[in-house]
């Protein structure tokens, strides 16, 4: 779940409550498995049992109520024998081989794929795995008062708003109230025939100022410095883009992949093992998981609401882009290659081989990009200036443990510097010719 | 011209009184210009809100507001597949084996790709591998991306489709064949066992089918003599490692003879070895590579060559004695070396040929083997000029060429034009709308060899399979695969050749083959003919000598001129004159004399020279330059073919004179005539300098005799300096502290003068590597080449370069030492040459470091001078300080500039760029960084896989291209390597080590033998 961070009002956190709330009652009840024993099917097995079982077993090519690599399974025991399905599961080829009509059926009707055996599910597993399959569906999730409700309080710029403008007024009559004390004051002193003193006319401000030589000089002085600061600031920014965060043609949330899910970054970035780039990943590479995720979870969905997107309308994207049909589960070839907003961008002058750093190296890919696994939109993080390079060169020490290349050279040189361990600077590292060429 | 005459525009001027005449000659716009509507207008203009200043502030606003926009950064997009291919992964190369078969070279080599496009020709070097890359080999993947090739068939001019091309030739095949109209096929030496039998197949479906071999440069006489006494038609094939005496006559063994490829043999047995080494003897006209390269070398007319070609033979078989003494001396010493001596001849003569061949089957030279005869010419000189017969009568229906170029190779080009017109239907396959694809009806777009699958056999036993590297760029098709369509094959001529690969090897499978490149086979020995070769010595001793005989050869730049639109091979200085950019007639100092010729040097550095006629049976060649050649023999002129091409060529490509107009009867010797002309020719010669001027610290060179007999310290001293006031060798002197750098990498590159031959692979290779730009001929007249690799060439003035150091020694007093080094200015008549490639020799103790204000070039500790481009600033006092003069400044911009128009200003031409390699920009400095990207990826592959470096495993581009072995690369830290024997060696030597910068660089010292 998303972690409620940050909320100065009570009644933002009286709103997500009521949000949770009743997210967790009428669309999370899909996951929920009904007790009620009529919904349950003659098989008699438990469906608690039976869901965790599909997960384990079948999940990867089945959905409940949508045909993904296989057919959609809900109510799949009401359809067959049961003495059928047991000898399906276990053994589907058999069944083909035999030539039983109905595997044939099955077959045939299922574009021919093979399924994978299972005979290491009893029978009474799959009981469970059937009663799971026939739960009745939940009801389509109508739209409640309680969703409204969160939208708005899960909006947090309204309450704030409300609160500065109630400030501002306090303010405001503070500031008329007090000119009004000044001036029944006034008043009661004319009133009482009190001369209100007048200030003497004394030389203004700027005309002292510009006297005072001393004064001059000084702040002249400190003014060029600070322009000087802050232009040179200016000038040193310029061309570095830390903070770079391009809206991309598809939201890819590097948050759910790398950190809800936990994938390793060179699963996806498998050049950055052995090449200079780490690539930015072919489409294929998505499609390993996305053949068979087509939606996300109704969680992981609303929690887009809150960066304003729709995954499975991003997902849509994606297998337009990679031509893939999902209603008929096979490519169309019809491809359309995305033109992904480059975030890391050296300068043609310098060369840097990813796979010195993450193989040899062995950095974290965190180290230069962040905390990648918190990230919604990837954005640049570090400044990627010579500088930051240079740095981490004299930082680093360099990782020698089990590779034969560095022995020899890293016991000469250390014995050289009087040092235990060397920095890559020390190694080299800061040479010119190293990454310009 | 000045003329009187009157040009009226109007009827009206006739009339002298006319007013509107007059109105109008006093009035230069017939309407009056609207100025007062948008000046005149005082009052909206006084009234305006906007003032003249106002507009000056919204000028220097928006210029404010435009350069604050600039400094955002551009979007960059970032396009990965959509399915990536298994073996592709951006930022990794990939290397194929194939083999270029272009009709003039071929070669196994080696294809490095990187996501997916071929940017580098390498060496194949697996055991057996024929022939190592040349120049124009390795400039080769360049000519995939010329901009101007064919990009889709063409029906008279217009763009057509395959379809309709296939039809229209079957239509036309199926007509010859029912009218009994003879059908010929002319290509050039296809060497392509499959492409053969597919011609075989086609004759087979339409008999009146006809192939005619036809060789650009004809090696015909060579090839009839080997056919004569072997029977079958293929050229000899020599392999000079195992020749003690090689007796050269004519052949410019290391040149293009033969197809070339002879360089590493050759240099194998060049390199002394206990206290032997090969002896070298050229008889030739015109100074060639193996003439530059030889020990003695003997310049000589082609008529006297074949007489001194008689008395070898009588000497040989024992007839009677020369009276020339130096042929005795050679005759004498081919026959002590008995059968570790051979002979070879480029004298374009069946009966020379015929003697070589008899030459060396009488003393059964064991370099000389014919079972692996080389099949890489097959052309026939007598059925080409036959077929412009037949076509002129009419005779021929259907002309189908492939990887011809008839109209501008042939001599007799106007009547092939001629001849032309009375084929029904013509048909060529080209990569480029070359002279002959724009007059035939149908121009076939042929893709490129690295587009290509095909077969070559390079020599007997010996097959070799060339893949693609890339999809075909344009909509082009195969010869091969138009001939499976018009026999109605309907196999894809991949499929019809891994099946004709499967039938032909047995000894490796498919897919072993086409991972090596090729594949060897057991052959069966060829059997001699009877053949009367005394017949042929005494035919051959009949030459009448003539008054001036003319040589044609090729360059090692531009060979049969097929690649004219290159730009690398166009700025590829020749090894010999050092000319770029051109061709020109070469001729000897006292030939020049008598003729009024001459070249002179002018004040921006440039090379002028005069212009000649030359004037070959009917042929005349009008303007051609001239180029005095020090070795040149009297009477003779040399011409260089490939130039003076003007069909799909850029604009500056098309230089030079078309020396093929006088290839009569494809033969290349001709008797020639010459006229003065008037004009002279700006030449873009990249060195003015000709001699060493008896500096014998530049290349150090010693004899044999010296060499084995004598200690180091007198062939190889070490230069001594003074040091408070006392000789100490320059080795020991030191301005700067010295570093350790015993501990990690240090490279070092070895360069053997002996093993050296000039070939100019290295420069192309590193052009490719580093992306090296081209500057065109202007620029490189000026001095201002890029090249970062140069191979200096530098003649005698006395006969030997050791005769200059004594001559030099010998003067005493001001006035004798200034005349004899003026002198020693010229080179000698028939001069010793020595040839240095020199490149950033990158000091330790380097000049150039010391004098950068802005510290942009710095010293590594593994003994590479860096230079980082980012952070020069052009103030060029590197260049200035650099004793060795490698440093190149970028005076343009290179790349995307159409005052460049070369292969960077196009985006396909840019596909050849490196991507490891910076592309320098304007102002910047730059050098040899002595491959660092090399040296560096070959550190981080055995970092990654946690193992040392292996011994060979650092390159350079230029030590990787070498294929003589003259350039070694690699770390001497390691004492197991080659390197690190080599810089022990007692031949090694610095350039210029009295200069004290301890290069990283090394020189071996150049033994002749000279007995």
Redesign the interface.
């Known amino acids: 779940m998303k972690k409620v961070g940050n909320h100065k009002s009570f009644s933002k956190i009286f709103f997500s409550l009521a949000l949770t709330l009743s997210f967790s009652l009428s669309v999370f009840s899909q996951d929920s498995v009904p007790t009620d024993a009529a919904a349950a099917p003659t098989t008699g097995g438990d469906p608690v049992t039976g869901k965790a079982l599909f997960n384990a077993n079948c999940a990867a090519c089945h959905a409940l109520d949508k045909v993904m690599t296989g057919p959609a399974l809900r109510g799949v025991a009401e359809k067959y024998d049961i003495e059928f399905l047991y000898k399906w599961i276990k053994n589907n080829t058999e069944l083909i081989k035999a030539g039983d009509a109905t595997a044939l059926k099955i077959f045939n009707e299922n574009g021919q794929k093979a399924m994978t055996p299972f005979p290491q599910l009893s029978n009474a597993d799959i009981d469970n795995i059937l009663a799971y399959t026939s739960t009745t569906p939940p009801p389509p999730p109508t739209p409640n008062p309680g969703d409204v409700v969160g939208k708005t309080g899960g909006d947090s710029g309204i309450s704030n708003d409300v609160i500065l403008g109630a400030l501002s007024l306090v303010l405001a009559m503070l500031i008329v109230m007090l000119f009004l004390v000044n001036n029944v004051l006034t008043k009661i002193a004319k009133a009482n025939g009190i001369e209100v003193q007048k200030d003497e006319k004394s030389l203004p401000i700027w005309k002292a100022f510009v006297k005072n030589q001393f004064l001059l000089v000084v702040s002249a002085i400190l003014f060029l410095l600070f322009a000087a600061y802050f232009a040179y600031g200016f000038l040193m920014q310029v061309g570095v883009d830390q903070g770079y965060e391009p809206i991309q043609p598809i939201h890819y949330s590097h948050r759910i992949h790398a950190g809800d899910n936990g994938i390793d970054c060179k699963y996806c970035h498998s050049a950055a093992r052995v090449g200079k780039h780490s690539n930015i990943p072919s489409l294929n590479v998505c499609m390993n998981c996305h053949k068979n995720i087509s939606e996300v979870a109704p969680e992981t969905l609303a929690e887009g609401n809150e960066f304003g997107v729709n995954y499975n309308t991003e997902i849509d994207k994606l297998y337009k882009a990679v031509g893939w049909d999902k209603t008929s589960q096979a490519y169309t070839g019809k491809t359309e290659p995305v033109k992904w907003v480059r975030i890391h961008n050296l300068p043609d002058f310098v060369y840097f081989n990813h796979s010195q750093h993450v193989t040899v190296a062995g950095v974290e890919c965190q180290t230069c990009h962040g905390p990648v696994e918190e990230m919604e939109i990837m954005r640049q993080y570090s400044s990627l200036t010579m500088g930051w390079c240079i740095n981490c060169h004299r930082e680093t020490n360099v990782k020698v443990e089990d590779n034969a290349y560095y022995t020899k050279i890293h016991e000469e040189l250390s014995k050289k510097y009087g040092v235990k361990q060397l920095t890559a600077a020390q190694m080299g590292g800061l040479e010119c010719g190293k990454c310009h060429y | 011209m000045a003329s009187n005459k009157k040009y009226w525009k109007s009827v009206e001027e006739l009339n002298e009184n006319s007013s509107i005449v007059e109105t109008l000659r006093n009035n230069e716009f017939v309407e009056q210009i609207p100025v007062d509507e948008f000046l005149g207008d005082n009052e909206s203009l006084s009234n305006s809100a906007t003032s003249r200043r106002d507009f000056l502030k919204y000028v220097g606003f928006s210029t404010a507001a435009a350069s604050l926009a600039a400094?955002e950064?551009p979007?960059?997009?970032?396009?990965?597949?959509?399915?990536?291919p298994e073996e592709i992964?951006?930022?990794?190369a990939d290397f194929y084996a194939t083999t270029i078969a272009d009709g003039f070279d071929f070669a196994n080599i080696l294809i490095k790709t990187r996501e997916g496009r071929p940017i580098k020709v390498e060496n194949n070097n697996l055991e057996g591998a024929k022939t190592g890359a040349n120049a124009r080999v390795h400039a080769s993947v360049l000519s995939l991306y010329d901009s101007l090739r064919l990009k889709q068939p063409k029906i008279a001019g217009k763009e057509a489709t395959w379809g309709e091309v296939n039809a229209k030739v079957k239509a036309s095949l199926e007509e010859a064949n029912s009218q009994g109209g003879s059908v010929v096929v002319l290509t050039n030496t296809l060497a392509s066992p499959s492409t053969e039998a597919l011609i075989e197949a086609l004759k087979v479906k339409y008999p009146t089918v006809k192939h005619v071999i036809y060789d650009a440069i004809s090696e015909s006489n060579a090839l009839d003599a080997f056919e004569k006494v072997y029977g079958e038609r293929a050229l000899a094939n020599y392999d000079f490692s195992k020749a003690d005496v090689i007796v050269s006559v004519g052949a410019d063994i290391l040149g293009d003879w033969q197809g070339g490829g002879y360089d590493a043999g050759y240099a194998n047995g060049r390199i002394p070895k206990n206290g032997k080494m090969s002896k070298h003897i050229q008889i030739e006209a015109n100074m060639s590579l193996a003439g530059a390269n030889a020990d003695k070398r003997i310049p000589m007319t082609v008529a006297n060559q074949k007489i001194a070609l008689v008395d070898l033979y009588n000497a040989v078989v024992g007839g009677s004695v020369s009276k020339n003494t130096e042929i005795v001396k050679v005759a004498n010493q081919l026959k002590s070396a008995k059968s570790k001596g051979v002979v070879v001849t480029g004298i374009d003569d069946l009966d020379a040929q015929l003697l070589v061949l008899a030459i060396n089957n009488a003393i059964s030279s064991e370099a000389f083997n014919p079972n692996d005869a080389k099949l890489t010419r097959k052309g026939n000189a007598k059925e080409v000029s036959q077929l412009v017969d037949y076509m002129k009568a009419g005779k021929v229906h259907t002309l189908i060429m492939s990887g011809v170029n008839p109209v501008y190779t042939l001599p007799n080009s106007k009547d092939f034009v001629d001849a032309l017109k009375k084929v029904k239907l013509s048909v060529a396959f080209s990569m480029k709308e070359d002279e002959t694809a724009l007059i035939t009806n149908i121009a076939a777009a042929a893709p490129h060899y690295l587009e290509s699958w095909s077969d070559v056999a390079i020599e007997r036993g010996h097959y070799s399979v060339a893949q693609p590297t890339i999809r075909p760029l344009f909509d082009t098709k195969q010869f091969q695969d138009a001939l499976l369509t018009w026999t109605e094959n309907s196999a894809s001529y991949y499929d019809y050749l891994k099946d004709f690969a499967a039938n032909t090897i047995v000894e490796k499978s498919w897919n072993q083959i086409v991972h090596d490149g090729f594949a060897t086979s057991e052959v069966l020995p060829l059997v001699m003919n009877e053949v009367d070769f005394s017949s042929s010595s005494s035919k051959l001793a009949q030459v009448k000598p003539a008054a001036l005989e003319l040589v044609l050869y090729t360059k090692t730049g531009m060979g049969d001129g097929q690649q004219a639109n290159n730009p690398w091979l166009q700025e590829f200085p020749d090894p010999i004159t050092r000319v770029s950019w051109d061709n020109y007639v070469t001729i000897s100092k006292k030939d020049a004399e008598r003729y009024g010729l001459k070249n002179w040097n002018v004040a921006n550095g440039g090379m002028n020279g005069s212009y000649v006629t030359l004037k070959v049976g009917n042929a005349t060649l009008n303007k051609v330059p001239v180029v005095v050649q020090p070795g040149q023999a009297v009477g003779t002129l040399g011409l260089a073919f490939g130039y003076g091409k003007s069909a799909a060529l850029k604009q500056e490509m098309q230089v030079g004179v078309n020396a093929y107009t006088l290839y009569n009867d494809l033969t290349a010797n001709q008797i020639v005539t010459v006229t003065k002309e008037e004009g002279e020719h700006e030449f873009a010669c990249v060195q003015l300098q000709k001699t060493l001027m008896g500096r014998g610290d530049i290349i150090k060179e010693t004899t044999l005799e010296i060499f084995n007999s004598k200690d180091a310290e007198v062939w190889n001293p070490i230069p001594m300096v003074s040091l408070d006031h006392q000789e100490t060798p320059a080795t020991e002197v030191d301005l700067w502290t010295s570093f350790?750098r015993?501990?990690?990498h240090h490279f070092n590159l070895s360069i053997d003068l002996n093993a050296c031959t000039g070939c100019g692979a290295c420069v192309i290779a590193c052009h490719a590597e580093n992306n090296v730009p081209v500057v065109g001929k202007s620029e490189v007249r000026r001095s201002r080449d890029m090249h970062w690799l140069r191979i200096d060439r530098y003649y005698s003035h006395e006969e030997t370069f050791n005769g200059d150091v004594e001559l030099k020694e010998g003067t005493s007093g001001l006035m004798d030492s200034v005349n004899t080094l003026s002198d020693m200015e010229d080179p000698s008549e028939n001069p010793q040459v020595a040839f240095q490639p020199v490149m950033c020799q990158h000091c330790n103790h380097a000049p150039c470091e010391t004098v950068c204000p802005v510290a942009?070039t710095?010293h590594?500790?593994?003994g590479?001078n860096?230079?980082?481009?980012?952070?020069c600033v052009g103030t060029r006092y590197c260049a200035n300080n650099c004793p060795y003069k490698v440093r190149r400044f970028n005076w343009f911009l290179y790349n995307k500039n159409s005052e460049f128009d070369y292969h960077m200003n196009d985006d396909l031409g840019r596909m050849v760029l490196n991507p490891?390699?910076?592309?320098r920009s304007r102002g910047v400095m730059e050098k040899c960084?002595m491959c660092?990207?090399k040296t560096?990826a070959t550190?981080?592959q055995?970092?990654?896989e946690?193992?040392?470096?292996k011994d060979g495993e650092f390159q350079t581009a230029c030590s990787a291209a070498c294929s003589s072995g003259a350039m070694i690369f690699g770390d001497v830290n390691d004492k197991e390597s080659q390197v690190a024997k080599l810089v022990e060696d007692e031949r090694m030597y610095h350039l210029l080590e009295h200069v004290g910068t301890k290069p990283n660089v090394f020189y071996h010292v150049k033994v002749r033998n000279v007995k």
């Open positions: 400094c950064g979007v960059v997009k970032s396009i990965p597949y959509v399915v990536q992964i951006p930022g990794v350790d015993t501990t990690g942009a710095s590594s500790r593994e590479q860096h230079m980082a481009y980012n952070r490891d390699v910076n592309v960084s660092i990207q560096q550190k981080l055995a970092k990654r946690g193992r040392l470096v």
